[in-house]
C-alpha cells in the first residue's frame, strides 16, 4: 500500500490516478499507428529542421511512442524523462543548451545514443486538461532560445495531437447517436425512395441545385458559393439530401445524379459571368461523392463540362470528404494531382472528422480547408473547443491553405472565428441555401456584398 507521506503527495497520487483513469479510457496505447500523429512529427521536423520528433504517451513507469521522425524508438522509461519535467512545469519545457544545465543535462536524455544538445517538449492534454503525453522536438547542436511563435507553434502541433484524441471520442459519439436517430427514421419511410422514384426524378427534372454563400468574414463580401442538391418532390415538397442521397449511393444513381449537378454547376457559372463579367472571380463549389471520385476519366470528364459552359476551371471547386479518399491512397494521389493541374480548386470538406485528415491534409494538394460545423457550434463550450479550431487554422496557415468555417448560425460563433483569423466562412448567420434565382438577386448586391449577419433573416424570407 503507498503511503502518503503529506496532503500534497495525496493530491499528486489523486491527480496521477485521474491522468491514468483517462489515458485509459481513450485507448491510446492499444490503437493501431494513426497516419495523423506521423504528419504531425513530420511537420514539426521539417518546420524546427529538428534531428529527432517523438510522440509519446506516459503510463504508470513508461513512455510509449506513437510516432517519431528520425530514430525509431518504440518505448522510453519515464523517470528522468522530459515527460516528467512537463509534467512537473504543467507546461512546455525548452532547453535550448543542454552542457549549460547540470541538473537539466542529466534528467533529460531519454535517447541518450542521441545525445541531444538541445530540446523543447510540449504537453499533449485531454479535453479535461489531464497531461497525457508529450511531444518533443529534439537537436544534436545547441540552439538559440526558442521564439515565442515557434513555442507557440509547437505547442499548437500537440493540440492538433490532443484534437485528435478529441475527434476519435466525437466520431464514436456521433456514430452511436445516428443508429439510434435513423432507425425510427428508416422505419417510417421504409421502401422509399426506390431506384425508379430516383430514376423518375432525374428523367423529369425533379432535383435543383440550392446555393450557399460562402463569405469573407471581415468584408461580408461573396467570394465563392457552395451547390447543395434538393428533390422538389411533387408530393412530399422539398427533400433534403440526406433522404434520398445514401439510396443514390447504394444503387449506384449517385454517377448520373452526380454528373447532373457538375453540368448544371457549370451551366449557372456561365449564366452568371454572362450576366456580370465580374463574376469570373467567383468559386462555384460541388461536392464529390466517393463513387464519383473513383471513376476512372474524372479529370477528363471535368474536363470537359468545363470546356462546354466556357468556364474557367479557377471558377469551379470540388469538395471531397476524408472517407472519399480512403480506400486507394495512390488512387487519390494521382486523381487529385491531375485535378489539381486542371486549375480547379480542391477543398477538404468536413475536416477533423476522420483518423487521418491530417495526414490527407499534408499528403494532397488541396487549397481550402473546411471546419466541420460540429467543431464550430461547440467552440462557444469551452476552451477545448475553441482550441481545436484554433489549431486547425493555424496548421491551415502555415500550409499555406484558405480556411473557410462551416454552419456559422451565431454572433458569438463569428466574432470568435474573426478574432482567431479565420478569413471565411458560410452558414445560416449570413444566408441559408438560396434557389439560383435568389443567388442572382444576392450577387447582384454591390460589391457582392451582403448585409451582414443582421441582414440573414431578411434572405430566410
Not at 503511503?3 to 491527480?15: D, K, N, P, Y
Not at 494513426?34 to 510522440?55: H, K, S
Not at 494538394?365 to 473546411?370: A, E, I, M, R, S
Request: proline share 6%.
Amino acid at each position: 500500500m503507498l503511503q502518503m507521506g503529506s496532503a500534497i503527495t495525496l493530491c499528486e497520487f489523486q491527480r496521477e490516478e485521474r491522468r491514468l483513469a483517462t489515458l485509459e479510457a481513450t485507448g491510446i496505447l492499444d490503437s493501431e499507428p494513426e497516419p495523423a500523429f506521423d504528419a504531425i512529427t513530420r511537420l514539426a521536423a521539417q518546420y524546427f529542421r529538428a534531428d529527432t520528433v517523438l510522440l509519446g504517451f506516459a503510463d504508470e513507469s513508461r513512455i510509449w511512442i506513437k510516432s517519431y521522425w528520425g530514430e525509431a524508438v518504440r518505448e522510453l522509461p519515464r523517470i528522468d524523462s522530459t515527460f516528467e519535467m512537463v509534467l512537473a512545469e504543467d507546461g512546455p519545457v525548452v532547453v535550448p543548451d543542454v552542457s549549460r544545465c547540470a541538473e537539466t543535462g542529466r534528467r533529460a536524455l531519454p535517447l541518450r545514443r542521441l545525445c541531444p544538445a538541445s530540446f523543447a517538449s510540449v504537453p499533449v492534454r485531454s479535453r479535461e486538461g489531464e497531461i497525457l503525453g508529450v511531444l518533443s522536438v529534439f537537436a544534436c547542436q545547441p540552439r538559440r532560445a526558442m521564439a515565442l511563435d515557434e513555442l507557440r507553434m509547437l505547442e499548437s502541433l500537440a493540440e492538433m495531437v490532443s484534437a485528435q484524441l478529441e475527434l476519435r471520442r466525437i466520431k464514436r459519439n456521433c456514430q452511436c447517436a445516428s443508429v439510434h436517430a435513423l432507425k425510427p427514421a428508416k422505419c417510417a419511410e421504409a421502401g422509399w425512395p426506390t431506384s425508379d422514384d430516383l430514376l423518375r426524378a432525374l428523367e423529369q427534372r425533379q432535383f435543383v441545385l440550392y446555393y450557399q454563400p460562402e463569405v469573407e468574414l471581415v468584408t461580408h463580401r461573396i467570394v465563392g458559393v457552395e451547390a447543395l442538391i434538393r428533390w422538389e418532390h411533387p408530393e412530399r415538397g422539398l427533400v433534403c439530401p440526406a433522404d434520398f442521397i445514401p439510396f443514390a449511393e447504394e444503387s449506384g444513381l449517385i454517377l448520373p445524379l452526380g454528373d447532373w449537378g457538375l453540368a448544371e454547376a457549370c451551366n449557372q457559372i456561365q449564366s452568371w459571368c454572362s450576366e456580370d463579367p465580374g463574376h469570373s472571380s467567383l468559386r462555384v463549389c460541388v461536392n464529390l461523392s466517393a463513387r464519383q471520385f473513383a471513376r476512372e476519366g474524372l479529370t477528363d470528364h471535368v474536363e470537359a463540362l468545363l470546356q462546354r459552359a466556357g468556364v474557367a476551371s479557377r471558377q469551379l471547386g470540388l469538395e471531397m470528404t476524408e472517407s472519399s479518399l480512403m480506400p486507394s491512397n495512390h488512387i487519390a494521389v494521382e486523381v487529385l494531382g491531375d485535378l489539381h493541374r486542371l486549375g480547379v480548386s480542391l477543398l477538404m470538406d468536413d475536416f477533423g472528422t476522420g483518423y487521418s485528415s491530417l495526414n490527407y491534409l499534408h499528403s494532397f494538394p488541396f487549397d481550402v480547408l473546411k471546419i466541420d460545423r460540429s467543431f464550430v457550434s461547440r467552440m462557444t463550450q469551452g476552451e477545448q473547443p475553441l482550441q481545436i479550431v484554433r489549431t486547425i487554422i493555424e496548421l491551415a496557415r502555415a500550409l499555406g491553405m484558405d480556411v473557410v468555417a462551416e454552419g456559422i448560425e451565431t454572433r458569438e460563433q463569428y466574432a470568435l472565428l474573426r478574432k482567431l483569423g479565420c478569413r471565411y466562412g458560410q452558414g445560416f448567420l449570413f444566408s441559408p441555401p438560396l434557389p439560383a434565382q435568389r443567388m442572382t438577386e444576392c450577387l447582384r448586391l454591390p460589391g457582392r456584398v451582403l448585409p451582414g449577419p443582421e441582414g440573414a433573416e431578411a434572405l430566410c424570407n
